[in-house]
């Protein structure tokens, strides 16, 4: 796995984006991503629609590698961590991060994490709040226009479609505006959402290989 970086400034500090759907606060020793859902490919499983249990290991995997890579303190999880409570893949993922005990969990939560206080613990979370608030950058899952404060958000799983004169590519991104950085999904089991990401902004795109901003 190759990955890609391009450093961007946002309220004088410098964050990088990187191709693996994360992105890195160097002053914070951050590793910060949206949208894991984890459980949600046994969920489906649940409901009758067979898929298979790589899926999420490989985003564990890459999760892995970016630890590795920026050796992080702490995650910022901007919210869906989880999909649908607590199911067989929950564990899978409590095992995993049971390799790491020294990187502190942080939950901004989102609309999928209905998390009881039994499986909060199940998750050894280290905080769990609806917004979370650092210098002058606010983390919340979905932007919020009532918060003055820049914010980096989830929630949309945004993407970027381009028009070659073969056919429309479209690729997962990160969307930066004046108020807002918007994060990719970090699961690679999410659709594209290209209509509802922020206008006039700039957009980073990405490959298995490259990132780049158009």
């Given at each position: ?5 391009k450093?961007?400034?946002?309220q ?11 992105l ?7 590793l ?6 984890i459980g ?6 649940k ?7 790589h ?23 901007v919210g ?8 067989s ?24 994490d ?23 950058i606010?983390f ?63 957009y980073?795109?990405?490959?298995d ?6």
């Amino acid at each position: 796995m190759k990955i890609a970086t391009k450093d961007i400034t946002i309220q004088n500090e410098i964050f990088t984006l990187t191709n693996q759907r994360a992105l890195y606060w160097e002053k914070e020793k951050a590793l910060i991503f949206s949208d894991l859902h984890i459980g949600k490919t046994a969920h489906f499983r649940k409901n009758g629609i067979a898929l298979a249990n790589h899926i999420m290991k490989n985003d564990l995997e890459r999760l892995s590698i970016l630890i590795e890579n920026f050796q992080p303190e702490k995650f910022i999880i901007v919210g869906d961590l989880l999909h649908a409570g607590n199911n067989s893949d929950v564990d899978e993922f409590c095992a995993w991060q049971n390799q790491y005990p020294d990187i502190k969990f942080i939950l901004v939560e989102g609309n999928h994490d209905k998390i009881s206080k039994t499986l909060e613990k199940k998750l050894c979370l280290d905080s769990r709040s609806a917004s979370l608030e650092i210098e002058d950058i606010a983390f919340v899952h979905d932007f919020d226009r009532s918060n003055p404060k820049f914010q980096i958000t989830g929630h949309i799983h945004p993407g970027f479609v381009i028009n070659s004169p073969v056919k429309k590519i479209k690729l997962p991104c990160f969307a930066q505006t004046s108020k807002q950085l918007l994060l990719p999904a970090f699961s690679e089991f999410t659709g594209l959402d290209t209509k509802n990401i922020p206008k006039k902004g700039m957009y980073f795109v990405f490959t298995d290989s490259e990132i780049y901003e158009i």
